[in-house]
Every structure is written in structure tokens, then in C-alpha cells.
């Protein structure tokens, strides 16, 4: 860059150029996760308007809308399936938005350091997750919206692959997703010897304890307690082979970034049921509001969560199976 003698002025203490930068670009990963939490819910209210208006085939079960040709396509199974992706994914991390912009005010308004501190730590930790799974989860829920429109998806007019076309920058500026990994694994989790998972997983089981008694939370909370540990136990297994092997952090920390992601999105996704139930049982007037908060949840956890499975296994079969074959060998 050429600034043609220009005049620079210092803004920020000597030599802490890094650190007053990353107070920029943390700012910045926070406002792209909010990017792509943007691209799932545009792409969610489109395709969900199409769905109930574009009629094709017939439902499994017999007609919904008998005295036209067709039913709307909201009918199918499989539509319904990227329909509630979409808006498990939008109100899951809007949820998780408002959370870290709640503790950027706890940092800001903190009467003592200790709270200070505390906010900070967990917004650190939650910074790479948002950034990450906000913008792969949004790019997700774009190309969903894509394919409710079938071929009308792909026509410009519409503006469906206009938002899968801008949602794929996402996951790569302001770091890159395999950037934003490193960043969770190796220097939040792994460099902090895991304190920061460990506030933040206290919080959770501190969550599912206050909801014990409750009945109808116990499908979200035995899924998110038993979540909740083996987050830790997989944790100190990737820590373990790390110190054998340091390739094992950037084999397992793509993987990591995205359980942890469906974890988080879990235990929010929890709160919001406990609301729902707790809103409905005084009889309110939008009671259809709260029960499509309880069955979303219902969805999330058992259709999306169970992904939890296959990243677990993948991020524990370790480093070898990336690295064996020589860098010039990938061509053969
Ligand atoms: C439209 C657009 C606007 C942009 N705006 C700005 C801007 O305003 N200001 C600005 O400063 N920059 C901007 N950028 C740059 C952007 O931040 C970078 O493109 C981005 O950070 C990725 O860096 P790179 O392109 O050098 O890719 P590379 O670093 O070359 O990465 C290439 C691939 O390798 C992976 N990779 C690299 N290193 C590792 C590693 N150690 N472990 C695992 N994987 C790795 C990456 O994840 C990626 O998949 C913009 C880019 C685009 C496309």
C-alpha cells in the first residue's frame, strides 16, 4: 500500500499494536457470525413463503388441499426437514448472538474485575464458536433455502443463490473456519489447560441441575448433561495425544469447533424450552408462539444434535489417517 507521505498516527499504547488489533478483529468475527446467522434466516423466511405456496405432488398421508391439483410442498417430510434446519440454526444462534453480545455489556458494566474477567473469558471462548458455526450453519441453512425452490432456487430473480453465493465469504474472512478451530482448540481450550471450557460447562451443568425436577425437561437435559461431560472427557483425549503429536490439534479441531457448536446451540436451545414451559403453563394469549419453541427444540436435538456422533468419532480417529499419504502422492 502506498499512503503518499501521509501523516500516521500512533492510536493505541507502543508495541501493542497485536492486542489492540484482535480487540478490532474480535469485534469483526462476532459481526460476521451475525452475517451468517443473517443468510440462515433470509433464506428461511423465503423458502418457508414458497413452501406453503408452491404446490407439487400429493402428501404420503392422503390430500391436505383437496380442491387444487396439489399440496403445497410444506406437506413433505423432507421439506419440512430443511425448513426446521433453517430456523433450529436462525433462532439457535440468535440466542447464541444475543448471549455473547450480553457478556460484551457484562464486560463493559462489570462493578468488579472478577465479573470483568469472567465475561471476557467467556466471550473469548465463544467468539471462534460463533464466528464458525454461525457462518458454516448459515451457509448450511442458504443452500437449504436453495433447494425448497428447487429449480426456481437457481434462478437470479428469485435471490435464493444470491444469499448462498454471499454466504459463502463468510466462513472465510475475518479467519477462515480452520483458522477460527485453531484459535478454539489449541489456544482457547487447549492453552488456557482447558479453564475456559471449564467455566463454560459449568454454567451448563449448573443448567441441567436447577432442572431435575422438571419432567418435561428431561429429554433436553439427559442428552445435554451427558453432552456436557464427554465434551470435557474428548477435551483431554485430543489434549493427550496433542502432547505425543501436535498434528492431532489441527486434525481434530475442525471437527471440535462444530461439536462444540451443536453443543452450545443445545444448551440454548434448552433455555428456550425451559422459557416455553414455563410461559405456557400460565396460559398465555400467544401460547402457539411457545409450543413451536417446544417442537423446534424437539427437532433439534433429535435431528440435528445427533451430528454430535459422527464428530466425535471422526475428531478421535486422530491425525494418521490425514497425514500418511505424502503431499506428493495426492495426485496419484
Ligand atoms: C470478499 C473478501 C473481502 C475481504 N475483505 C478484507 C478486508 O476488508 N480486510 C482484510 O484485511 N482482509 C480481507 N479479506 C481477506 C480475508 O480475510 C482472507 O482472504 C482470509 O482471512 C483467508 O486468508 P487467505 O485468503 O490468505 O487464505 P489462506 O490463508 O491462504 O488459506 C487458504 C486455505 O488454507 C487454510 N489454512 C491456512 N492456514 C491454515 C492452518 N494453519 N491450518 C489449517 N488450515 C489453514 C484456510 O482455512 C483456507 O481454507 C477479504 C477477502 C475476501 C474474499
Known amino acids: 500500500m502506498n499512503f503518499?507521505?501521509?501523516?500516521g498516527y500512533l492510536i493505541g499504547p507502543p508495541n501493542k499494536g497485536l492486542?489492540?488489533?484482535?480487540?478490532?478483529?474480535?469485534?469483526?468475527?462476532?459481526g460476521t457470525a451475525l452475517q451468517g446467522l443473517s443468510h440462515t434466516e433470509w433464506g428461511f423466511q423465503n423458502s418457508l413463503a414458497y413452501a406453503r405456496d408452491r404446490l407439487q405432488m400429493r402428501a404420503l398421508?392422503?390430500?391436505?388441499?383437496?380442491?387444487?391439483?396439489?399440496?403445497?410442498?410444506?406437506?413433505?417430510?423432507?421439506?419440512?426437514?430443511?425448513?426446521?434446519?433453517?430456523?433450529?440454526?436462525?433462532?439457535?444462534?440468535r440466542a447464541l448472538i444475543y448471549f455473547a453480545a450480553q457478556q460484551v455489556d457484562r464486560s463493559k458494566l462489570a462493578k468488579t474485575a472478577e465479573e470483568k474477567q469472567e465475561a471476557e473469558d467467556l466471550l473469548s471462548l465463544l467468539t471462534p464458536i460463533a464466528k464458525a458455526f454461525l457462518t458454516e450453519t448459515g451457509?448450511?441453512?442458504?443452500?437449504?433455502?436453495?433447494?425448497?425452490?428447487?429449480?426456481?432456487?437457481?434462478?437470479?430473480?428469485?435471490?435464493?443463490?444470491?444469499?448462498?453465493?454471499?454466504?459463502?465469504?463468510?466462513?472465510i474472512y475475518e479467519g477462515t473456519t480452520q483458522v477460527q478451530a485453531l484459535d478454539l482448540l489449541g489456544r482457547k481450550v487447549l492453552m488456557s489447560q482447558g479453564e475456559?471450557?471449564?467455566?463454560?460447562?459449568?454454567?451448563?451443568?449448573?443448567?441441567?441441575?436447577?432442572?431435575?425436577?422438571?419432567?418435561?425437561?428431561?429429554?433436553y437435559v439427559s442428552a445435554l448433561t451427558r453432552l456436557n461431560k464427554e465434551w470435557g472427557d474428548v477435551t483431554l483425549q485430543i489434549g493427550m495425544k496433542a502432547m505425543k503429536n501436535r498434528e492431532e490439534v489441527g486434525a481434530a479441531s475442525v471437527e471440535y469447533l462444530m461439536y462444540s457448536g451443536y453443543i452450545t446451540l443445545?444448551?440454548?436451545?434448552?433455555?428456550?424450552?425451559?422459557?416455553?414451559?414455563?410461559?405456557?403453563?400460565?396460559?398465555?394469549?400467544?401460547?402457539d408462539f411457545y409450543h413451536a419453541k417446544l417442537k423446534t427444540a424437539r427437532f433439534y436435538f433429535e435431528r440435528l444434535l445427533p451430528r454430535t456422533r459422527t464428530l466425535v468419532e471422526v475428531m478421535l480417529s486422530g491425525a494418521d489417517n490425514l497425514m500418511e499419504l505424502d503431499s506428493e502422492h495426492f495426485a496419484f
Open 196 to 219: 475456559l471450557l471449564k467455566r463454560f460447562t459449568k454454567i451448563i451443568h449448573k443448567f441441567c441441575q436447577s432442572q431435575a425436577d422438571s419432567e418435561p425437561m428431561q429429554p
Open 139 to 171: 451457509l448450511e441453512s442458504a443452500s437449504h433455502g436453495v433447494q425448497v425452490f428447487g429449480g426456481h432456487g437457481y434462478i437470479a430473480e428469485w435471490g435464493m443463490e444470491q444469499n448462498l453465493r454471499d454466504a459463502r465469504i463468510a466462513t
Open 19 to 30: 492486542n489492540c488489533m484482535f480487540t478490532f478483529m474480535n469485534t469483526a468475527r462476532i
Open 4 to 7: 503518499d507521505s501521509a501523516t
Open 266 to 287: 443445545a444448551w440454548l436451545w434448552a433455555r428456550q424450552a425451559e422459557v416455553a414451559l414455563r410461559k405456557l403453563a400460565e396460559n398465555p394469549s400467544d401460547a
Open 61 to 93: 398421508s392422503g390430500p391436505k388441499n383437496p380442491d387444487k391439483a396439489a399440496d403445497p410442498i410444506i406437506v413433505h417430510p423432507a421439506v419440512r426437514s430443511m425448513l426446521l434446519t433453517q430456523k433450529a440454526f436462525a433462532e439457535g444462534g
